[in-house]
């Protein structure tokens, strides 16, 4: 079977990675692609905010099944067009992407179904905010409603500061397009975990836990990025606790879904906030996160087509998926002054060395080839992604590696996975 995969960074490198690894699979296309995923597979440049063009290429390639990696083809309804043209395509359509795609949405359709998330108000003028925002204590989080690539979160310490915060969404200025709707939202403490699920809109199979580390600076400090970096273990999430997790978050999830008419197929990510009063949903993604997927499919031993298929068919509960005990970390190499301004097109060395470092892959985020060169492309490059029998090995591999790779400005943080090691004894 050919697979096509879509999308550009190191989340679709993983997956093709890990999809040329199936029996069941001859060819891996990608589209657009990048400089290490033209290493495996045969990659065609399209651009991604491009609807006609990705169902162009999917109609000339004609492949068995397609992987849908970003959020913003699912919002354009890349999966609705694909089946309609009577293809087999992984991620759910574009009304069950809304889980994603509308943070409104999202919080609504919660409350609808009372899993647990955080107080909100949604907003849909500036004078409407200042009256809904006496209800809210400081530190008080505002967000925008459609997909900002991680913008559009911002934390206030105060009302006033809320309140022009507010403004600047509504008025385009914050993130050049304004906004319709801003969501109030509770300030929710505790410890993220990421808790993504396979469902093929009935059921539903949960892959291993990971903990994303979205600011630039070593402790958690500094502007949000994409994710810096990502661990995994089976000790993250106590049986009971992941179980609960299932039952009260996942699985309601999925059903709602299903009876309001928009079943969703494919992956659900839960972003939750392990609070004092249980887990709270912060927010959903509708598709695989990015590093998660990197070090998540690391731990994986089972056949990933052979899962995402059953998604796609309807037959997840006959699919057992199998997992590496252990655990698995990814360090993000990104461009000196990213998440701010950038420069790109630097060339990267030491990648042999590095893969020759027992357990490790190196996945390309933000990479372009020159002739045999490699090239930065991208604020986020690498992900330096190690598995091994414990945590600690993990991550000193995963560094052993990293410590081999060399590009002009080269950033990475050395705390990864920093709380898990302070629990250690
Ligand atoms: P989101 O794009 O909704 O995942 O938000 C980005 C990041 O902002 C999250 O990963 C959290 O670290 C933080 N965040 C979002 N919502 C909240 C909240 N209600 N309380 C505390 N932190 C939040
Ligand atoms: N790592 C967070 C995300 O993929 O949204």
Redesign the pocket.
């Known amino acids: 079977m050919k697979v096509l995969i879509l999308g550009s960074g190191g989340r679709e490198h993983a997956l093709a990675w890990a999809v040329k690894q199936s029996e069941r699979v001859t060819e891996v296309v990608c589209a657009p692609g990048n400089g290490g995923m033209a290493q495996i597979a045969r990659c065609i440049p399209v651009d991604l905010k491009d609807l006609d063009a990705l169902i162009g290429v999917a109609l000339a390639e004609q492949p068995g099944l397609t992987i849908v990696g970003p959020e913003l083809p699912l919002s354009l309804g890349i999966v609705n067009a694909l089946r309609e043209h009577g293809l087999r395509v992984f991620g759910p359509t574009r009304e069950a992407a809304m889980l994603e795609t509308s943070k409104a949405f999202a919080k609504r359709f919660l409350q609808r179904h009372q899993i647990p998330t ?1 107080a909100y108000a949604v907003c849909t003028t500036a004078a409407e905010f200042e009256k809904e925002i006496e209800n809210f204590h400081a530190p008080i ?1 505002v ?1 925008a409603d459609g997909l900002a690539a ?1 913008k ?2 911002l ?1 206030c310490p105060s009302r006033a500061t809320a309140i022009e915060a507010a403004q600047g969404l509504f008025n385009g200025r914050l993130l050049g397009t304004a906004e319709q709707q801003v969501i109030i ?4 403490e505790g410890e ?1 975990i990421s808790f993504l699920c396979l469902t093929d809109g009935t059921h539903v199979a949960p892959l291993v836990p990971a903990q994303d580390h ?1 600011r630039i600076g070593e402790r958690d400090t500094g502007p ?1 990025t994409g994710g810096m970096g990502v661990y995994s273990t089976d000790d993250m999430l106590e049986p009971a606790m992941k179980e609960w997790i299932l039952h009260h978050i996942a699985l309601p999830t999925v059903r709602g879904m299903a009876e309001e008419d928009t079943p969703f197929a494919g992956v659900l990510y839960c ?1 939750l ?1 392990m609070t004092a009063r249980g887990p709270q949903v ?2 959903f993604n509708a598709r695989f996160g990015d590093p998660e997927t990197q070090a998540i499919l690391m731990r994986l031993e089972s056949d990933l087509v052979e899962a995402l298929e059953a998604c796609v068919d309807g037959r997840l509960s006959e699919t057992e998926l199998r997992w590496s005990p252990g655990a698995s970390a990814c360090v993000i190499a990104s461009s000196g002054g990213y998440p701010g301004d950038y420069r790109t097109g630097y060339p990267i060395t030491g990648l042999d060395d590095a893969g020759r470092v027992p357990g490790v892959q190196v996945f390309h985020s933000g990479t372009s080839r020159a002739g045999n060169q490699l090239l930065t492309a991208g604020g986020r490059v690498l992900g330096v992604t190690a598995a091994a029998p414990s945590l600690e090995e993990a991550l000193s591999r995963a560094y052993e590696a990293m410590a081999e790779i060399h590009f002009d400005g080269i950033y990475y943080r050395r705390d990864i996975a920093h709380r898990a090691r302070k629990k250690q004894p």
């Open positions: 955080g989080v967000k991680g559009g979160v934390i939202e509770e300030f929710l993220e979205k949000n972003g906030m912060l927010e």
